[in-house]
């Protein structure tokens, strides 16, 4: 027989204790009572309970004090704070203290009964994972933060090319998404090669414009164009000995395009305006986001370019076709964004980490987890920490739109906008303040998108003519 979940009412309303202990009594939860904040703390202090559900003004020791105090002797136990009608201030307090959540006196028991399943739910994932804390990642590494993540066969694969072709000089070029971590590669391969201890300059050829974009990589001389007020050097001349980082190469216009040629090629190059001819000793890796091949041949990006370039292709796969490196990647993140380790993510969180298509790859999967450790209140991610979007994939367009012709896209995104609205309204039981925290936009404009959509007429009790 399962022992029923243990439930502590600490309020000085008996009417309210009441309440609370046949509603909750008739959902198989075992109630234990207090009148008082003392009463509160010796009952948390005996009992381990389950959940909390304690009010912000109590008599003998005020509920924030006893938050505090509860936080500390059962601190796997979520405290579900009920506070009076606009007292805003101290809910916000309550929940920098630690509260798992909030509800305003007089609630709705629909809303209760879900914040009540949700604690319940947090607090089984924090008796679950609680073993997990010393656990050590299987492979034995010690992440700096620098270090490439990843068991996946196609990430030991890329591991195996970098080891062998970082101590050569030869040139790299590396394709992949994104957010496929790109530069965390060419990182590794400068940081084995024999040019270490050398200059390692970067260059984004996708964020400068085209008119500085030479200047940047090349240098130029006094007097050169307008605002050439000195000679600089560039930063070919900069990575001389080393090796130079050139990002996005896919964005380089036709004339950079050749003279980058040149210098692979013969090593030389001059500054702009210049005359004197430069020569230089450096490593070349290059990196595009772009299938390269189909760039050449729309006459994009120079043949004899890329053929310079791809002595060694590293081709870097989406996240989505090595998701079984999802777990590592997150351990990684944890380690970065949750330095102590006081977050682990539960299990259902983790399945649904696994299962999202993750189009902006590690580096999506990167801010999620930095978002979520900065949003749980506990120390469990769950799934109600992951964003909306990622919790609602598999069902953001009907399936019976994607089987009809001649769908119009505008039609299609109005759907889905209106798909997420009225999920977040559920997820939050028609808290319209709550729901715009979810989706991240402002309330006027949230109100903005029910009155467009008509859907307020779907909320639950309320009448189409209803406003």
């Not at 050590?136 to 990843?150: A, F, L, S, T």
């Amino acid at each position: 027989m399962t022992t029923p979940k243990k439930i502590i009412i600490a309020d000085d309303e008996a009417s309210m204790r009441k309440n609370i202990r046949e509603l909750l009594s008739d959902e198989g939860f075992g109630i234990l009572e207090a009148e008082d904040g003392e009463s509160a703390i010796e009952l948390a202090r005996v009992s381990s309970p389950d959940v909390v559900l304690l009010d912000i003004n109590l008599p003998r020791v005020d509920g924030l004090s006893v938050l505090q105090v509860i936080k500390k002797l059962s601190p796997d136990s979520p405290i579900v704070v009920f506070t009076a009608y606009g007292t805003s201030e101290r809910a916000i307090e309550a929940m920098k203290l630690g509260a798992f959540d909030y509800l305003e006196k007089p609630f709705e028991l629909d809303e209760f009964l879900l914040i009540i399943r949700r604690a319940i739910s947090y607090a089984d994932a924090m008796k679950e994972l609680r073993d997990l804390r010393g656990r050590i990642d299987p492979r034995g590494v010690q992440w700096d933060g620098k270090q490439m993540v990843g068991t996946s066969g196609r990430m030991q694969e890329i591991f195996k090319v970098i080891g062998k072709v970082a101590p050569a000089d030869a040139t790299v070029l590396i394709q992949g998404e994104s957010g496929t971590g790109k530069e965390l590669i060419a990182d590794a391969i400068q940081r084995h090669s024999t040019r270490r201890e050398k200059p390692f300059i970067k260059v984004n050829c996708g964020a400068l414009p085209e008119t500085l974009l030479e200047s940047e990589m090349f240098g130029h001389e006094k007097g050169a164009f307008t605002g050439a007020i000195a000679r600089r050097e560039g930063r070919f001349e900069l990575a001389n000995g080393g090796t130079i980082f050139l990002d996005e190469i896919n964005n380089m216009p036709a004339a950079l395009q050749m003279k980058l040629l040149r210098v692979l090629q013969q090593k030389t190059f001059e500054r702009v305006g210049g005359r004197e001819t430069l020569t230089v000793d450096i490593r070349i890796i290059a990196a595009t986001n772009k299938d390269i091949e189909r760039e050449m041949k729309d006459g994009r990006f120079r043949e004899d370019l890329f053929y310079r370039l791809n002595v060694i292709h590293v081709k870097v796969p989406p996240l989505r076709e090595h998701a079984e490196d999802i777990p590592f990647l997150v351990e990684h993140f944890l380690r970065r964004y949750s330095p102590a380790r006081s977050h682990i993510v539960s299990p259902d969180a983790m399945r649904k980490l696994q299962a999202y298509s993750w189009m902006g790859n590690v580096r999506e999967l990167e801010n999620v987890i930095q978002r979520a450790c900065v949003i749980a209140q506990g120390e469990v991610i769950t799934v109600d920490h992951l964003p909306l979007t990622l919790r609602a994939e598999g069902d953001l367009v009907p399936k019976e739109m994607l089987w009809q012709e001649g769908v119009p896209l505008k039609k299609i995104i109005a759907d889905v906008e209106k798909h997420l609205i009225l999920k977040a309204l559920q997820e939050t039981n028609w808290n319209r303040s709550r729901a715009a925290e979810v989706l991240h936009i402002h309330r006027r404009q949230l109100f903005s998108k029910i009155k467009q959509y008509r859907i307020d007429a779907l909320e639950p009790g309320k009448s189409p003519k209803q406003k």
